[in-house]
């Protein structure tokens, strides 16, 4: 076994990787995998962390977000080691973490610091929480005020930001919430700051968000009670001090990382490509509905069931899109791939309004801005209404710009997306942040012909 994987000996964001992008010189075809999914990955970390005995995981996602939560982890007393393709995790059991030495630098992720301010709110230790320039401008109010309830004290910087101390308790009371925002890592902090209460924990989301959390913590032995409320909300209660047991996690691909290559494949003519083993819980899968909407060659096949989670293989092909009008409701489920579906309404023939993005601005970057900006230096024509984004659809050629990305992987991925299928060639002014969510990305899309030149 190593201990390989840990960002102090692997951090590659420090340095930016500026990259020019020119139209794909064929259209993309093969078979691929992407990483494994982002949220399973942090959850299977903490959740073994917190088990007792030893939990293996495959096809975790080595990227620099999941590599942050394993370093945390590691240092409030778990044992975490790579070997081979497996993650090896010696957990510490519910309310047996230890208080850390040095501060729990989160990097870039946001669910990270989300969900680890849950656990060590019902820790009974002090720690210290900070993350880089951009998770540290992300509001961190939506769980430091739920998550007081139970009696642990946060002290913020100015707005709520990270860094910030928290004292956490031992003696949690359980907390009763409703979301105000929909959110599926303020519902995880709370569920998990329940683990370790006396009672009951109750999350009302009024729209269903992603369920790994509660999907992952049955697999580890917690009962978790979920019941219909409103109209496609849910009521999440777990009752604790719960114990949970070490078991084996396996790690679909996730669907948000597919989405650059699919869409890539959709706007690149004579495109052909597979994507196999990617999760299709359907709290993630808005992307494919939508794209499907738009008249996307789109097909799941050999669909089954893998580690708990449903999955599949993807096959796209090159289509003619037209525009389409997203509701708000279906935001959750595909929220993380507003920008690379922006790339795609570009090019699609006809408007297209994708509603309800209020959350879109306290992503790694404000999405929304940083997704207009995108477009338009990429000469699409785009409008704000309110939360609603709308892009005009593809009269003129595209490309010729340089791309701001602000620490925001997503916004880089969509970029090079962007300028494989544009008519002029597309500047990013940084790619290194790709890493944090989608290590191999620019590999991945050579193997499928794309002729990007780092
Ligand atoms: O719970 C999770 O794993 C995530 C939830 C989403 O954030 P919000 O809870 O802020 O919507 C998503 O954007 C993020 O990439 C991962
Ligand atoms: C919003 C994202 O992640 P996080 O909130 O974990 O930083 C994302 O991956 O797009």
């Given amino acids: 076994m190593t201990g390989e994987g840990s960002p102090s000996k ?49 096809g975790l996602l080595e990227g620099e ?32 973490l230890s208080e850390p030495v040095d501060v729990l630098d989160m990097g870039n992720s946001g669910t990270a610091a989300r969900l680890l301010s849950g656990i060590l709110s019902s820790h009974a230790f002090n720690s210290i929480m900070t993350g880089d320039a951009s998770l540290r401008s992300r509001p961190m109010r939506r769980v430091t005020v739920p998550l007081a309830a139970n009696g642990s004290e946060f002290l ?3 707005g709520g930001r990270l860094p910030m101390a928290i004292r956490g308790t031992g003696q949690a009371k359980p907390i009763e919430y409703r979301l105000p925002v929909a959110s599926a890592q303020v519902k995880s902090a709370i569920l998990l700051a329940g683990l370790n209460a006396h009672g009951t924990t109750v999350v009302e989301e009024p729209v269903a968000t992603r369920d790994h959390t509660e999907n992952m913590l049955r697999h580890f032995g917690v009962e978790v009670d979920v019941s219909r409320i409103d109209d496609g909300g849910r009521r999440i209660a777990l009752t604790g001090p719960v114990q949970m047991t070490a078991r084996d996690v396996t790690v679909p691909g996730d669907p948000s990382s597919a989405a650059f290559p699919i869409v890539a494949a959709l706007l690149v003519p004579g495109s052909d490509i597979w994507i196999e083993g990617v999760g299709l819980n359907p709290l993630r899968t808005g992307l494919f509905t939508t794209l499907i909407e738009m008249g996307a060659s789109l097909s799941i096949e050999n669909e089954r069931v893998e580690g708990g989670e449903p999955v599949g293989d993807l096959h796209v092909r090159y289509s003619k ?46 999405r929304l801005a940083s997704t207009v ?3 338009n230096v990429s000469g699409a024509e785009t409008e704000v209404i309110g939360d609603d984004l709308i892009v005009k659809g593809h009269h003129a050629p595209l490309g010729g710009g340089t791309v701001q990305t602000h620490m925001d992987h997503r916004l880089a991925m969509s970029a090079v997306v962007l300028g494989l299928a544009a008519q002029k060639p ?15 990305f620019v590999d991945l899309m050579n193997g499928l012909g794309a002729g990007l030149t780092p």
Avoid at 430 to 438: N, W
Wanted: net charge neutral.
């Fill in 10 to 58: 692997n951090i590659t964001m420090q340095v930016s990787r500026p990259l020019t992008v020119s139209a794909s010189p064929k259209g993309l075809s093969g078979r691929t995998r992407v990483p494994g999914d982002k949220s399973i990955s942090h959850r299977s970390l903490m959740f073994a962390a917190l088990a007792s005995g030893r939990t293996y995981v495959t």
């Fill in 65 to 96: 977000d999941v590599l942050r939560t394993a370093d945390a982890m590691r240092a409030l007393g778990a044992t975490i080691m790579r070997d081979g393709t497996n993650w090896v995790i010696e957990g510490r059991g519910v309310g047996a």
């Fill in 156 to 158: 913020t910087r100015e």
């Fill in 321 to 366: 899109l037209k525009g389409v009008d997203v509701p708000p409701e279906r935001a959750p489920s595909m929220i993380d791939e507003y920008p690379v579906l922006a790339v795609a309404c570009a090019f699609a023939e006809g408007p297209s309004r994708l509603r309800g993005l209020e959350e879109l601005r306290v992503k790694e970057s404000d």
């Fill in 373 to 375: 900006a995108l477009l």
């Fill in 426 to 440: 597309v500047s990013v002014d940084d790619t290194a942040f790709i890493e944090t969510s989608f290590p191999g």
